[in-house]
């Protein structure tokens, strides 16, 4: 079934470093088997989430273009979304968290387009087009609900991440992969498993990335709404689990109101939730995440955001009281008494940029070694930098074309050439540049001559400290693309053969009854493939409604295969439960 790619702007409207993660859905690569898993899932869960669901999903299904018959196609679905104002792109499995943010933040639905295997048919801890597609669209049609994840996403696009978090990125992922891919080992998921334990166990401070993810667990993926004694499922990740979605009613899982304290407790992606937590409505979702983002470095700055964009390695930015921005690796800074920034220092690449635009000439390309720059108060002068004006400048003898020499509170001295200065929309002066420059602190040297032009960030403090660019445009590899690919098996005789006959029946419910046909794939199936239990419960669906002797021998089959396995015989009696009710 090929289908023509349909666009949406909001895709066309991406930056390159998130079209990067995007691939093709490839909807022809999905087998009759895997039709079959997502038929019988979708089947079950609306069945029972009709009653437990927040009501807006079985509206958002209709409203998605979400079929219970068959996989939907990623491009179908934009033509519809593009209505709700969303978008929906594939990719493959687990993308970085800043990432995934900020495809919410544009409004773009990340959907891993490989389904969960049959052995997996009730949960699986890789992301799946069941996950995706059924779990998080058809929730979007709320427009609180969708309000609520664009800014959870702009928000957490921003949030600072840990080398920590790095590794616990890449070992989350190879275990996803690894479960679900047929050619796994038990040691080699057995090993993966102990990896991610271990990283989870370590006692490392929660990063802010590590803390909006668990805001985003507890919420998009495992939420629920309404009252503790009566809450409805709205999280995606128990709206696409047959087995959590019953797990979570119980008395077994504790419910708790949601709160901020919730950024605070880790989960456990290969294990049931012990907990979850309830939101009155929707409305408070955002109440909450306000709370947390105005605990972020994004918003407080100082030296706290500096140390967590050094301590990430990654590419951060700050922003100074002037509206500078500054967008890079930032690996040193020094402080006064008081805790106050005096100095920063990237390496690598560096962008300066205002109001989220870089500055024209003053790109990664003009900075490729790296930035550094004091900030802070001028000793003995009243008058900021920033506020001074040409006659302020030369009544200090800030003369272009002419040597000066500055002290700032700190006791860092600048002596150079002053060659020019930009000031921003405000009139403020936010950079000034030098020539034959030397600046120092203490018995150090923190630039020199010999490395070329200075540019002095003007400003007294750092206002704002987030994760990424100023501007995107101004870096090409702002996020780094896993190395660890999902794995695809070469299908041997006999799965094609059960494919084939999973598609044969497929083809019979959606023309007209063949008796001899069903009782001669039934046969190839009892004689062929005896584990497999789905394709019994096929048969005997349409069995069922058209041949109610011959439904008999296919229903002794089921219950046979209840007893040989019995790890599937709930999911054989719930079919059965549905077929017959």
């Given at each position: 079934?090929?289908?023509?790619?349909?666009?949406?702007?909001?895709?066309?409207?991406?930056?390159?470093?998130?079209?990067?993660?995007?691939?093709?859905?490839?909807?022809?690569?999905?087998?009759?088997?895997?039709?079959?898993?997502?038929?019988?899932?979708?089947?079950?869960?609306?069945?029972?989430?009709?009653?437990?669901?927040?009501?807006?999903?079985?509206?958002?299904?209709?409203?998605?273009?979400?079929?219970?018959?068959?996989?939907?196609?990623?491009?179908?679905?934009?033509?519809?979304?593009?209505?709700?104002?969303?978008?929906?792109?594939?990719?493959?499995?687990?993308?970085?968290?800043?990432?995934?943010?900020?495809?919410?933040?544009?409004?773009?639905?990340?959907?891993?387009?490989?389904?969960?295997?049959?052995?997996?048919?009730?949960?699986?801890?890789?992301?799946?087009?069941?996950?995706?597609?059924?779990?998080?669209?058809?929730?979007?049609?709320?427009?609180?609900?969708?309000?609520?994840?664009?800014?959870?996403?702009?928000?957490?696009?921003?949030?600072i991440l840990s080398a920590h978090d790095n590794e616990m990125y890449e070992a989350v992922r190879s275990l996803s992969i690894l479960k679900e891919s047929p050619t796994s080992t038990s040691e080699a998921i057995k090993n993966a498993e102990a990896l991610v334990q271990?990283?989870?166990?370590?006692?490392?401070?929660?990063?802010?990335?590590?803390?909006?993810?668990?805001?985003?667990?507890?919420?998009?993926?495992?939420?629920?709404?309404?009252?503790?004694?009566?809450?409805?499922?709205?999280?995606?990740?128990?709206?696409?689990?047959?087995?959590?979605?019953?797990?979570?009613?119980?008395?077994?899982?504790?419910?708790?109101?949601?709160?901020?304290?919730?950024?605070?407790?880790?989960?456990?992606?290969?294990?049931?939730?012990?907990?979850?937590?309830?939101?009155?409505?929707?409305?408070?979702?955002?109440?909450?995440?306000?709370?947390?983002?105005?605990?972020?470095?994004?918003?407080?700055?100082?030296?706290?955001?500096?140390?967590?964009?050094?301590?990430?390695?990654?590419?951060?930015?700050?922003?100074?009281?002037?509206?500078?921005?500054?967008?890079?690796?930032?690996?040193?800074?020094?402080?006064?008494?008081?805790?106050?920034?005096?100095?920063?220092?990237?390496?690598?690449?560096?962008?300066?940029?205002?109001?989220?635009?870089?500055?024209?000439?003053?790109?990664?390309?003009?900075?490729?070694?790296?930035?550094?720059?004091?900030?802070?108060?001028?000793?003995?002068?009243?008058?900021?930098?920033?506020?001074?004006?040409?006659?302020?400048?030369?009544?200090?003898?800030?003369?272009?074309?002419?040597?000066?020499?500055?002290?700032?509170?700190?006791?860092?001295?600048?002596?150079?050439?002053?060659?020019?200065?930009?000031?921003?929309?405000?009139?403020?002066?936010?950079?000034?540049?030098?020539?034959?420059?030397?600046?120092?602190?203490?018995?150090?040297?923190?630039?020199?001559?010999?490395?070329?032009?200075?540019?002095?960030?003007?400003?007294?403090?750092?206002?704002?400290?987030?994760?990424?660019?100023?501007?995107?445009?101004?870096?090409?590899?702002l996020y780094h693309v896993s190395e660890t690919k999902t794995v695809r098996k070469l299908k041997d005789s006999s799965t094609l053969e059960l494919e084939s006959l999973y598609k044969n029946t497929s083809d019979i419910r959606q023309s007209n009854y063949d008796e001899?046909?069903?009782?001669?794939?039934?046969?190839?199936?009892?004689?062929?493939?005896?584990?497999?239990?789905?394709?019994?419960?096929?048969?005997?669906?349409?069995?069922?409604?058209?041949?109610?002797?011959?439904?008999?021998?296919?229903?002794?089959?089921?219950?046979?295969?209840?007893?040989?396995?019995?790890?599937?015989?709930?999911?054989?009696?719930?079919?059965?439960?549905?077929?017959?009710?």
């Amino acid at each position: 079934m090929n289908r023509a790619i349909e666009t949406n702007p909001l895709i066309d409207r991406l930056p390159p470093h998130l079209k990067q993660f995007i691939k093709p859905q490839d909807y022809d690569d999905y087998s009759p088997i895997n039709q079959a898993v997502w038929r019988y899932v979708m089947r079950k869960n609306v069945s029972y989430l009709s009653k437990v669901a927040h009501h807006s999903y079985l509206k958002g299904l209709d409203m998605t273009g979400i079929s219970i018959e068959t996989i939907p196609s990623m491009y179908g679905m934009n033509r519809i979304l593009k209505d709700i104002g969303w978008a929906a792109v594939a990719v493959d499995g687990f993308i970085p968290p800043n990432a995934f943010m900020e495809f919410q933040a544009y409004k773009v639905l990340v959907i891993a387009s490989d389904i969960r295997q049959l052995e997996h048919i009730e949960y699986t801890p890789a992301p799946d087009i069941i996950h995706e597609a059924a779990g998080h669209a058809p929730i979007i049609a709320n427009p609180d609900y969708a309000e609520y994840l664009r800014r959870f996403g702009e928000i957490g696009a921003k949030a600072i991440l840990s080398a920590h978090d790095n590794e616990m990125y890449e070992a989350v992922r190879s275990l996803s992969i690894l479960k679900e891919s047929p050619t796994s080992t038990s040691e080699a998921i057995k090993n993966a498993e102990a990896l991610v334990q271990e990283l989870q166990h370590k006692k490392v401070p929660l990063s802010e990335i590590a803390k909006i993810r668990n805001l985003h667990w507890w919420t998009v993926e495992y939420g629920l709404i309404g009252t503790i004694e009566n809450p409805k499922i709205y999280g995606a990740g128990l709206l696409s689990s047959i087995g959590e979605s019953k797990w979570c009613m119980t008395d077994q899982v504790e419910k708790r109101l949601y709160s901020i304290d919730a950024a605070d407790i880790e989960f456990d992606i290969t294990k049931p939730q012990p907990q979850l937590f309830v939101t009155p409505d929707f409305a408070y979702l955002m109440e909450v995440l306000e709370e947390f983002s105005s605990t972020m470095a994004l918003r407080k700055g100082g030296f706290r955001g500096l140390q967590k964009l050094i301590d990430s390695r990654k590419i951060g930015s700050i922003e100074l009281n002037t509206g500078l921005q500054i967008s890079g690796v930032f690996t040193e800074m020094i402080t006064d008494e008081d805790n106050n920034v005096v100095f920063f220092k990237t390496e690598g690449p560096t962008a300066l940029a205002n109001r989220e635009k870089e500055l024209i000439g003053h790109g990664a390309q003009a900075n490729p070694n790296g930035f550094s720059s004091p900030i802070g108060k001028l000793k003995g002068i009243s008058l900021a930098i920033e506020d001074m004006r040409p006659r302020d400048l030369k009544a200090y003898n800030f003369y272009d074309g002419k040597r000066i020499a500055i002290e700032y509170e700190s006791g860092i001295t600048i002596e150079g050439l002053n060659v020019t200065g930009i000031r921003n929309v405000f009139g403020k002066l936010i950079l000034i540049e030098f020539e034959d420059c030397t600046v120092t602190y203490k018995d150090r040297v923190l630039f020199s001559p010999n490395q070329g032009t200075f540019k002095l960030a003007v400003g007294s403090s750092i206002i704002s400290a987030f994760a990424g660019a100023a501007d995107y445009r101004s870096f090409d590899n702002l996020y780094h693309v896993s190395e660890t690919k999902t794995v695809r098996k070469l299908k041997d005789s006999s799965t094609l053969e059960l494919e084939s006959l999973y598609k044969n029946t497929s083809d019979i419910r959606q023309s007209n009854y063949d008796e001899e046909r069903v009782k001669t794939i039934f046969k190839t199936l009892t004689d062929n493939h005896n584990d497999d239990w789905l394709l019994a419960l096929e048969l005997y669906e349409l069995a069922y409604r058209y041949d109610k002797d011959f439904s008999k021998n296919i229903l002794n089959r089921l219950e046979h295969l209840k007893l040989k396995r019995p790890n599937v015989a709930h999911l054989i009696t719930n079919g059965l439960e549905l077929i017959t009710n």
